[in-house]
Every structure is written in C-alpha cells, then in structure tokens.
C-alpha cells in the first residue's frame, strides 16, 4: 500500500510527485504538470525570498558608489574645518599685545600674546626689533618666554597685564562656545561614520545640522573674544598698547567658514534630488 502525499503550488492546484519505482500517482495534468508545479512551488518561494530582499535593501536607502564617493569628499571639506578649528583652539596665538618698544628705556622690552586658555609674555631685545616697527615684537622673534594658564576656570579670578584686567566673563563664554562647536563637530563625525558605516542616508541631515551649527558657534566664540580684547584694553590707560589679531585668529575663522560649507554640502547630498537634477530636464523640456 502506497502512502501519497499532496503538495499545493501557489496557484492552488494540486500537485502529487511520483513515486521511483512505482510509474507513482498524480493529480489531473500527469507527472510532467505535477514535477513543473512542485518546480513552480519551490521557484515561487525563492522569488518571494529575493523581493523580500530588495525591499530590505531599498528602505534601508542604499548608498551608490558615486554616492559614497561625494560623501567622504564632503566629510574630508568637514574634516579640515575640525583640523583648523582645534589647531586654532588650542594655541595662545590669538592676540598679540606690544607697548612701544623705547617705552621703558632699555635695551629689551615685553610683548604678549593669549588666547583662550592661557597667556604668555615674552622678553625681546629691541636691537632684533625692525627699526621701522614702533612697537616691541612680533612674538615669533626669540627671547625668553614665561606662559601662564589663565584662572577664570579655576579660581575665577581675572588676570592682569601691562596694569590691564581681563573681562572673564566674555573670555569664559568664548571658551565655552568654542568646547561646544567641538562637541557638535564630533556628533557630527559619528553620524557621517553611521552613514557611511550602514549605508543610511539619513544620518546626513543631522550631521549637516551638526557641522553648520558648530561653524555658526565658532564664528561667535571668534566675535565674543574680539569684544573680551577691547573691554581688556579700555581697562587701563596707563601703559599704550598695540594690538593685533594674530594666526590662531585665522584658523578659527576658516575653519567656522569651512565648516558651514561642509554642513551644507551634507545637506544637499541628503535631499532626495539635487537641485540642478530637478530643473534640467525643465530645460530641456521647453528648449
């Protein structure tokens, strides 16, 4: 006694193999309909297999490889805009302070420079000084150096130079908007890092928002230590100073630019069809 089993394809017929040995049993169609409908079966359970694939792959927004490429370009645009803004940070180069350089009638005279987190004051000797610069420096020239790191974090007390007091107020607030467009900019690296990682273009519009952001904030803490550097020279009248904006200064400033350009070009990367994309084929339609 033979012992059949029935199989049911897709389309709902149904289908009974033949058995080796026995010519084997088979529903209305013969062995050739049964062996192409338990074929049509298992043919239909691998496609729904494959579909089910892709549509995995397509919610989860797949990269291309031009994709990728424009991405890591836009992230490199990023990445020197952290470079310069921690070079500009963490320097003391951010002002330099010079009195006259006859002022104290001697053969050396002191100059200084600071910038968020510390200040130094250097001894030069005039005979190194250009004879056509009025005021002792530049701070590059050699001489002995002594460089302090600033209380406003510590003790809150202000720091006092060529009989002129610091404004910690506005130093602290500068100091603290600088640390937070750090904090943004490493947000901002995790999400690209994501993006890249799992092929998910959605992280681009929080980096983006990142990336702009702590641009925006170290253009503010540059603008906030500008207005410290003046409420530090009107503190005082006695000693005459010369003040200049020194390189740590520019880095801060290309790096906030920088920085607003690479959270912008993140942003157009994450929008579903670029500009120039959308208004072409408008152009070529009507020409």
Known sequence: MWSTFFLTDEEGRTVVPGTAGAGGMAAPGGPAQGAG?????????????????????????????AQEGKIKLAFFVAIVGVVLTVLGVGTEFWVELAPPKNFYNNQ??????YGLWKGCTKTLWVSDIDPERESCGPAELPGE?????????????????????????????????????????VMGAICITMA??????????????????????????????????????????????HHELSWS????????????????????????CSPWQRCLPHKEGSS
């Open 145 to 185: 150096s002594n460089c302090t790191y600033f209380k406003f974090f510590t003790t809150g007390e202000n720091t006092v130079m060529f009989q002129k007091t610091t404004h910690k107020n506005l130093n602290v607030a500068a100091a603290m908007l600088a640390l937070f467009s750090l904090f943004l900019m």
């Open 108 to 113: 050396t005279c002191l100059t200084a420079h």
């Open 249 to 272: 200064v520019s880095c801060i400033g290309c790096a906030g630019a920088v920085l607003i350009v690479g959270g912008i070009l993140f942003l157009l990367l994450a929008l579903p």
């Open 196 to 241: 890249l990682s799992k092929e998910i273009l959605f992280f681009l519009k929080p980096a983006s928002i990142c990336f702009i952001l702590s641009g925006v904030l170290v253009l503010m803490a540059l603008l906030v230590f500008h207005q410290s550097v003046l409420s530090f020279l009107a503190s005082d009248h006695t000693v005459p100073l």
């Open 37 to 65: 409908g338990l074929a049509s079966l298992m043919g239909g359970r691998s496609t729904f297999g494959g579909n089910k694939r892709r549509r995995t792959t397509s919610a989860g927004h797949a990269m291309s490889e």
